[in-house]
């Protein structure tokens, strides 16, 4: 019913900056809140910062100042700037969106593949 499509991650040296995507596609009424989360390796996913369809964000305590979200809700599209990137950053890094599909009465929750963020130091 819905699709998210992450793309930008990679590798990079530590003080570097990437630029995460993620496009939601399909029978799509309407999108709420999209956001970020983060797994690293032995770790519990955390949230990394989500934005609601009004533009209101929030951003966990350890990317604020350093990390952007943005949204293109014409384009279904969720973007996360990193800037001055950190080893501890290391994560696969999900997409997640809160959406109504077509022809269903509530809102579900929607995962994106994933994918790899490297920091090395």
């Known amino acids: 019913q819905v699709q998210l499509v992450e793309s930008g991650g990679g590798s990079v040296q530590a003080g570097g900056s990437l630029r995460l995507s993620c496009a939601a596609s399909?029978?799509?009424?309407?999108?709420?809140?999209m956001g970020w989360y983060r797994q690293a390796p032995g770790k519990q996913r955390e949230l990394v910062a989500q934005?609601?369809?009004?533009?209101?964000?929030n951003y966990a305590d350890s990317v604020k100042g350093r990390f952007t979200i943005s949204r293109d809700n014409a384009k279904n599209t969720v973007y996360l700037q990193m800037n001055s990137l950190k080893p501890e950053d290391t994560a696969v890094y999900y997409c997640r969106c809160t959406a109504q599909p077509m022809g269903v009465i509530s809102s579900r929750i929607y995962w994106g593949q994933g994918t790899q963020v490297t920091v090395s130091s």
């Open positions: 399909g029978s799509i009424f309407s999108i709420n809140t």
């Open positions: 934005i609601t369809s009004g533009g209101t964000s």
